[in-house]
């Protein structure tokens, strides 16, 4: 499902995000770049060692990257160009909500900042840092709809989530937010 923001797009697709043919996509990342599992895991694995070892020269030269921050790396063997690292919540350390759009921001202003046309999300945070899928959509969305008014140099964002009820979710509240209705139940 996709709706029309300004003069972009934002979309809600179900698959494999390591398959995007965007132009970045994003990685729920932790704080020292270490891609074992989950979509960071997949990544790396479908891109090649390439990400890791660019992840590793980042945090070697400039230090972790903070909760809500984000680092940008080539995508190795993957579609799309680029693979940009978002540092996200964990649930239960506080404040999640904010450190959830911050590193949605931190994300897109490095797309930008690339001259990036268009990214893909993951469900940020969703899997083991323990982040409720439903709220991370009554976070992510209204954020990118946001950002879409502003007439960013990006003109395509696209949430990709690889489960079913993530994706059913996901399309429950754009459809909702697309509508005007802030009040979900």
């Known amino acids: 499902m996709q709706i029309q923001i300004g003069q972009g797009v934002l979309e ?17 990342a932790n704080s020292r770049l270490t891609h074992g599992g989950g979509v960071a895991g997949a990544i790396v694995r479908k891109g090649g060692k390439i990400i890791q070892e660019e992840s590793d020269t980042w945090i070697y030269a400039r230090g972790e990257v903070p909760v809500g921050g984000a680092a940008i790396t080539s995508a190795g063997a993957l579609p799309a160009r680029y ?15 904010r450190k959830l759009m911050e590193s949605l921001i931190a994300s897109l202003k490095l797309a930008e900042k690339h001259k990036l046309k268009s990214i893909a999300f993951p469900a940020i945070s969703t899997g083991i840092f323990g982040y409720p899928v439903e709220r ?28 079913e009820e993530a994706y059913s979710i996901f399309e429950r509240i754009l459809v909702k937010f697309s509508k005007g209705k802030r009040e979900l139940k």
Request: a negative charge; glycine letters at 8%; proline letters at 5%.
């Open 12 to 28: 809600v697709v179900r698959g494999d995000i390591t398959g995007m043919n965007t132009d970045a996509i994003v990685s729920a």
């Open 83 to 97: 693979v940009i690292h978002a540092v996200g919540p964990r649930m239960g350390d506080g404040d999640e909500d």
């Open 136 to 163: 991370c959509a009554r976070i992510m969305i209204p954020t990118l709809m946001q950002y879409l008014r502003t007439d960013p140099i990006l003109d395509t964002i696209v949430i990709c989530l690889l489960e």
